[in-house]
């Protein structure tokens, strides 16, 4: 009589928890399901680990076993009691599965910038290899980035890059005329004009000189003029504005000097970088 006490008790014991392990699990789907939901609005899935853990549990066994080992697994584990039935147990391993994939496509990091494009090597993509701090640091990088907007563009070619070779003048252009005779080169000839609005240095002739004998581009601190005709040529050029007025031969200026205007220094063998989003200086020749 003693002994049937015993296995009665030892029964209701039983189905009490597994009348509260069945409840725990209903509570258990009806979160995955909430988070599920939330995570498909929110575009990211943040579940519990003990929950997604007991939901990959049912998957791992729903798929391979069959339904009494199903059963048995599943109460080992502790997800499930014997009172859940198979087809439940394997409702809930796809919620998991869905899940899972929610949280994998949302929680990738991102990479942050896209990588450099070394065949356009614009100075947007410079600055990001070669200048990565942001303007709120302070930097003594050998990158220098000119003032923005000090420059137009009024050569055919917008983006140019190339050695530099300066002249220092002031209304005054021979020395710009002796440069672009030389061969180019691929250089950059960079002119400050002291940025004088009261005559141009440069006209079509010059820059229809400096296209044919090789030269990249040119930048002048000052004015050009035959704008329209210039903008037809193979060649960079970047000035202040126009003027149509030509420069006096007097004075001749320096060849091959440092000059600094728009911000930065331009000394002879740095290399710039030109563009439409503006110009960048480097002591060296940049590589992306």
């Avoid at 499930?80 to 998991?96: E, N």
């Amino acid at each position: 009589m003693r002994g049937a006490s015993a296995v009665s008790k030892r029964r209701a014991v039983r189905l009490v928890g597994c009348f509260f392990m069945g409840f725990w699990l209903r509570r258990d789907a009806a979160f995955v399901d909430a988070h599920e939901r939330l995570g498909a609005r929110a575009g990211r899935a943040r579940v519990k680990r003990g929950v997604l853990d007991r939901a990959r549990a049912i998957r791992s066994v729903s798929v391979s076993l069959s339904r009494a080992r199903v059963v048995r697994e599943i109460s080992r584990v502790g997800c499930v009691t014997t009172l859940m039935p198979l087809a439940k147990a394997r409702q809930l391993a796809g919620v998991s599965r869905a899940v899972r994939a929610m949280a994998t496509v949302n929680t990738t990091p991102t990479t942050g910038l896209p990588p450099p494009n070394a065949e356009r090597f614009g100075t947007a993509d410079v600055c990001d290899v070669h200048h990565p701090e942001n303007v709120d640091v302070m930097t003594t990088r050998s990158v220098r980035v000119a003032a923005a907007n000090y420059f137009k563009d009024f050569g055919g070619r917008r983006r140019f890059c190339g050695a530099v070779s300066t002249i220092l003048c002031f209304e005054n252009n021979p020395l710009v005329r002796a440069a672009l005779e030389e061969s180019g080169r691929g250089r950059v000839l960079v002119v400050d004009g002291g940025a004088s609005a009261r005559c141009a240095l440069l006209g079509d002739n010059l820059a229809e000189m400096a296209a044919a004998n090789g030269w990249a581009g040119i930048i002048i601190n000052g004015m050009v003029r035959d704008s329209e005709d210039i903008a037809k040529m193979d060649i960079g050029v970047k000035a202040i504005g126009t003027h149509p007025l030509k420069s006096s031969k007097r004075d001749k200026g320096e060849r091959d000097v440092p000059v600094s205007f728009a911000n930065v220094t331009f000394n002879p063998g740095d290399f710039v970088y030109a563009d439409g989003d503006g110009v960048v200086v480097a002591s060296r020749e940049l590589e992306l």
